[in-house]
């Protein structure tokens, strides 16, 4: 069931990375329209739909190593998820001083 579980959440953020990378489709960051405006709305759409379909990945492989490799693998997955939200965030800085 995990396994099951895993594969939809990884597949749900390769889809949602997809969607941002091609139509720059923001909706996904929680209303950030409201919040600020897209400098560089293609160089930000392909940094964080990039850096989303790497999180896809990620727990796409997290699910299918867990069988093998027990809990070891969530931990170092779940370091990897927050240094994949921390690259997102830095993403979007970088892009509101104009990078």
Known sequence: MSLFIG??????LIWAGYI???KMVFSFLADVTQIWEPVNRERLGTRIGVLLIIA???AILTAIFTIWFGDTVGKISGILAII??????IA???D???Y
């Open 7 to 12: 594969i939809v959440i990884g597949a749900f």
């Open 20 to 22: 941002v990378r091609t």
């Open 56 to 58: 896809g990945f990620l």
């Open 84 to 89: 994949d939200v921390i690259m997102i965030i």
């Open 92 to 94: 979007v800085g970088l």
């Open 96 to 98: 509101q001083m104009g």
